[in-house]
Structure formats: C-alpha cells, structure tokens
C-alpha cells in the first residue's frame, strides 16, 4: 500500500546569541507555520505540515512531547513488521542532533525509542500469553563523510552494494545484538562520540556528516497450536548533516570541503525527492548521484514508512524558507511500506498440541454432550408421559361410553323380545298373512341387531381389559 512520506516540523527555540533577532516563524496551529520577512509584514506566507511542533518553557517536555506525538508510531509500524525511518533535516544549527539523539538529560528520538522497545520487549516476553513472542534486536550505526560510508562501531570498510533486486545495502557494515536498553544506549553513545563533529559559526557542535542509526527487530510469535510468524522490520533514525550556506557558517579550507560534499548531497536529496515526487516520476532517478541516496533508496521510494522532520531556526527567514519548500516537496513523495511478515508451522509442536487440544475438547464436549443430553431425555419423557397419560383418559372415557351405550342397546334389546315374542305367540292363532311376514321381519332384524351388539361388546370388552389402567366400576 503506498503512503506519502509524512512531513513535521519542529521550530526551534531561540538560543541566547539570537536574543537580540526578531522571530520570523510561528506555529499557529497543529498543521500550520508561518514565516514572516525581516521589516516586510506582507511577505508572510503559511506552510501546511502533517505536524507542527512549537516549543515550550520546558525543554523536557518539549523532547518528551515530540517523541509522543510523531515518533512512536514508528516504532508501532516497526513491531507490526514495516520498515520504518525518521530522518531530520534542516540548516545547521536548526536543532536535528537535539531532535534525533538530544543529550543525557534531554534526550531525544532515539534513545526514547531504544527505552521503549526495551519495554516492549519485556512486556511481551514476561507474558503469560500462551502465544510467546521472541525478540533480536541488532543495531549498527554509520555516518556518511565526504560521500563515504564509514562504521561508527566497527573497523571494517564499508561499500554500499546493490541485491538483485535493486535494494541497496552496506557491505561490511557491523550489526551488534543488544539485549537490554543499557547495552544498546552504549553502541549509541560510542557511535556518537566516533561521528564527525567540528565548530562553525553558527554551531560549536556541528554534524560534519549524516548518521544513520539502524535499529533491525526480529519478532517470532510462537502461538500454541505450533503456528511461527516472523515479523522483521527495520528502523532508520537519521540526523543529516546541516544544509548551510558557506558564508553563513564561516566555513573555510577542510570545513569548506566538508560543507560542500554535505551541500552535493542534501542537493541530490533534494532533486531525488522532487522526481519521487512528481505524479509521472522519470524511469531514472538519481539515487546514485550520493552515497547518501542510495544508502537511503529504499526508504525515500521504496518498502518503508518513512517521515521527515524539517527542523527549522527562529530568526533566519532565507533558510526556513528554504527548508520548508523543501519539506513541501518531500510531502508528495510515495513510498510503498509492505508487511514482512512469514508464517511458518512447526509440525511436530503442531501435532502435539493439536492431540492436546482434541483430548481437551472431548472431554469437554463429552461433559457438555453428557448433560445436555439426559435433559433432553427428560424432556422427551416428560412429553411422553403427557401424551400417553391424555390417551388413557380419553380412551377410558370412550370406553365408559360405549359400555353404558351397549348396556342400555342389550336391556332394550331384550325387553323387545320379550314384547316381540309374546305378540307372536298371541297372533299365532290368527293368520293375518301381511301381519305375520311384517312381524318376522321385524324379529329378524331385533335379532341382527342383536348379534351386531353382542360382537361390539364383545369387542370392546377385550379392548378394556388390555388397559389395565381404566376401571369400569
Ligand atoms: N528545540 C530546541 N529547544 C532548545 N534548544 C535547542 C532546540 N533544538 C536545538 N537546540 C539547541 O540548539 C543548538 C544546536 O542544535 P543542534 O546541534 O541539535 O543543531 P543541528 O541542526 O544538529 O546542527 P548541525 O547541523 O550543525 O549539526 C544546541 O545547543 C541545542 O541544544
């Protein structure tokens, strides 16, 4: 996914020599700076950032606040797994050393990140997650003087190389495991009293060269059902030398050489970031043209999260002027951060713990199943027990009915007869044909009657006695 590389900037506060300059920038908001010129009150011109830093009467607060606000979502992004870098720019004597590295006391981007890495490192390792993480952490540290790269740990020569696919890296250069904050704020410390320093007269302390500390994290995240994922990631923190005009830091002979090599670079810089920078970008960009370029490819175009901090000077309009166009620039310029993440399985660890998990699942599922299945037994026979209980009593009733209907059918049965066979035996003595053939009729069908109530009885009865449960009387 592309993403422009984010854009801040930090004013710095007055010095004491500048107490007598007039302040020509002003944050006015979180996104704004406004420049003013010397003496020309309408030459005022706003410039919009992704963030704009002011100071305060605190300088702790003040590194303390920077950190927070812009830096430690790179260190996030890192722990995700992107490649992430933090690179100052600005005239020298603009406050990047302070900004970047600061002091014991004030210390600034990086040894706050180193801190909080550390923190991180340990929260996640004492865990009682059941999925443990595993931390390398490795740091180098080099500067670039007189378009050389040179190792501020090591003694090897260092050459910037190209892989074959055209990511660059710098042979020879010593990587050093830490594994605590003391021992990789040491590397730092030693690394930084090794960099080129040397006076000008705008800064006593001033950076003859571009430092770039390189912080490489490796993260296994070991979960418990044997699933590895490897998270790599790797954080540039970067303080470049100061861009200065010769006679503005009053350089001469070895000074003069230096700044102009600096100048040849943070040109190339400039004149990278303006193609990166342009929607229809050249097939060629220049990255070449300085060691410090193509030291940094990938992370001005390429796989990386990348953010300037232009830092600028309170009272010099020329160069913050300067320094801003340039930050603009940088501000369209894309780089695409991917995930370098890999998972991996460990199928042994995988099998074990899986048999586990399925041992675990039974007995869990066979303690559920269990229950859930003798209430739903009971349920059923609760319904049962209903149906059949309102069976039962229908069927006794119906049975009730039939056999209190089939008693009064069989008395008014036999009372028929016995009317029936009386009027026969007085009507004998007469033989009034119709009457004879109609009475006959008549006692055949008392008869059929008769034996169609006898087999319903008959009938029924049997049914009666194959449930028990109904009592007649
Ligand atoms: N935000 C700030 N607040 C107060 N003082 C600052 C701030 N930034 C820098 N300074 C002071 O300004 C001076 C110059 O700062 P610094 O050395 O960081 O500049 P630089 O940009 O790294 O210069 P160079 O490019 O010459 O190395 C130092 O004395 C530093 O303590």
């Given at each position: 996914?592309?993403?422009?590389?984010?854009?801040?900037?930090?004013?710095?506060?007055?010095?004491?020599?500048?107490?007598?300059?007039?302040?020509?920038?002003?944050?006015?908001?979180?996104?704004?700076?406004?420049?003013?010129?010397?003496?020309?009150?309408?030459?005022?011109?706003?410039?919009?950032?992704d963030l704009c830093c002011t100071y305060s009467e605190s300088l702790e607060e003040d590194q303390a606040q920077l950190y927070e606000q812009l830096a430690r979502d790179y260190l996030l992004h890192a722990l995700d797994g992107y490649n992430t870098c933090i690179f100052a720019y600005g005239q020298t004597g603009s406050g990047k050393s302070h900004t970047m590295t600061g002091s014991a006391e004030l210390p600034g981007i990086v040894p706050r990140m180193c801190q909080e890495l550390f923190e991180v490192r340990e929260m996640y390792e004492s865990s009682d997650d059941q999925a443990s993480t595993q931390f390398k952490i490795r740091c180098s540290y080099l500067e670039i003087y007189n378009e050389t790269v040179?190792?501020?740990?090591?003694?090897?020569?260092?050459?910037?190389?190209?892989?074959?696919?055209?990511?660059?890296?710098?042979?020879?250069?010593?990587?050093f495991e830490v594994n605590s904050v003391d021992e990789i704020l040491d590397y730092l410390r030693q690394g930084s009293e090794r960099k080129t320093v040397g006076a000008t007269l705008v800064n006593e302390q001033s950076s003859r060269s571009h430092t770039i500390f390189t912080i490489n994290v490796e993260q296994k995240e070991n979960s418990p059902l044997g699933h590895v994922l490897e998270r790599r990631s790797s954080i540039r923190l970067i303080d470049l030398a100061g861009s200065e005009r010769a006679n503005a830091s009053g350089a001469t002979g070895e000074r003069l050489k230096e700044g102009s090599n600096i100048n040849k670079s943070l040109s190339t810089l400039g004149r990278v970031i303006?193609?990166?920078?342009?929607?229809?970008?050249?097939?060629?960009?220049?990255?070449?043209?300085?060691?410090?370029?193509?030291?940094?490819?990938?992370?001005?175009?390429?796989?990386?999260?990348?953010?300037?901090?232009?830092?600028?000077?309170?009272?010099?309009?020329?160069?913050?002027?300067?320094?801003?166009?340039?930050?603009?620039?940088?501000?369209?310029?894309?780089?695409?951060?991917?995930?370098?993440?890999?998972?991996?399985?460990?199928?042994?660890?995988?099998?074990?713990?899986?048999?586990q998990q399925l041992d675990e699942l039974q007995g869990a599922l066979s303690r559920v199943g269990d229950q859930r299945l003798v209430r739903e037994q009971m349920e059923k026979i609760k319904l049962t027990n209903q149906f059949l209980e309102a069976r039962i009593e229908r069927e006794r009733r119906a049975a009730v009915d039939y056999y209190s209907q089939y008693a009064q059918a069989s008395s008014e049965r036999d009372n028929l007869v016995q009317v029936l066979s009386s009027i026969v035996s007085s009507l004998?003595?007469?033989?009034?044909?119709?009457?004879?053939?109609?009475?006959?009729?008549?006692?055949?069908?008392?008869?059929?009657?008769?034996?169609?109530?006898?087999?319903?009885?008959?009938e029924i009865r049997g049914a009666i006695e194959a449930c028990p449960s109904i009592d007649l009387q």
């Amino acid at each position: 996914m592309s993403d422009n590389i984010k854009v801040s900037v930090r004013l710095r506060k007055p010095l004491e020599r500048e107490s007598a300059e007039r302040v020509i920038a002003q944050v006015v908001s979180e996104n704004l700076i406004k420049v003013e010129q010397r003496a020309k009150r309408e030459e005022t011109r706003n410039f919009e950032f992704d963030l704009c830093c002011t100071y305060s009467e605190s300088l702790e607060e003040d590194q303390a606040q920077l950190y927070e606000q812009l830096a430690r979502d790179y260190l996030l992004h890192a722990l995700d797994g992107y490649n992430t870098c933090i690179f100052a720019y600005g005239q020298t004597g603009s406050g990047k050393s302070h900004t970047m590295t600061g002091s014991a006391e004030l210390p600034g981007i990086v040894p706050r990140m180193c801190q909080e890495l550390f923190e991180v490192r340990e929260m996640y390792e004492s865990s009682d997650d059941q999925a443990s993480t595993q931390f390398k952490i490795r740091c180098s540290y080099l500067e670039i003087y007189n378009e050389t790269v040179r190792d501020l740990l090591g003694a090897n020569k260092c050459r910037i190389r190209e892989r074959a696919d055209k990511t660059t890296f710098v042979e020879g250069l010593q990587e050093f495991e830490v594994n605590s904050v003391d021992e990789i704020l040491d590397y730092l410390r030693q690394g930084s009293e090794r960099k080129t320093v040397g006076a000008t007269l705008v800064n006593e302390q001033s950076s003859r060269s571009h430092t770039i500390f390189t912080i490489n994290v490796e993260q296994k995240e070991n979960s418990p059902l044997g699933h590895v994922l490897e998270r790599r990631s790797s954080i540039r923190l970067i303080d470049l030398a100061g861009s200065e005009r010769a006679n503005a830091s009053g350089a001469t002979g070895e000074r003069l050489k230096e700044g102009s090599n600096i100048n040849k670079s943070l040109s190339t810089l400039g004149r990278v970031i303006a193609m990166l920078a342009k929607k229809k970008q050249p097939r060629l960009i220049p990255y070449r043209d300085a060691a410090l370029t193509w030291v940094l490819k990938e992370s001005l175009g390429g796989n990386s999260k990348t953010c300037m901090i232009a830092c600028v000077s309170p009272c010099d309009f020329e160069e913050t002027m300067s320094t801003l166009r340039y930050a603009t620039l940088a501000r369209s310029v894309k780089t695409f951060a991917q995930l370098n993440t890999q998972e991996t399985v460990d199928g042994k660890v995988q099998m074990l713990a899986m048999r586990q998990q399925l041992d675990e699942l039974q007995g869990a599922l066979s303690r559920v199943g269990d229950q859930r299945l003798v209430r739903e037994q009971m349920e059923k026979i609760k319904l049962t027990n209903q149906f059949l209980e309102a069976r039962i009593e229908r069927e006794r009733r119906a049975a009730v009915d039939y056999y209190s209907q089939y008693a009064q059918a069989s008395s008014e049965r036999d009372n028929l007869v016995q009317v029936l066979s009386s009027i026969v035996s007085s009507l004998q003595s007469f033989d009034g044909g119709k009457i004879r053939e109609s009475l006959v009729a008549l006692k055949q069908r008392s008869e059929e009657i008769g034996k169609q109530l006898e087999a319903d009885h008959l009938e029924i009865r049997g049914a009666i006695e194959a449930c028990p449960s109904i009592d007649l009387q």
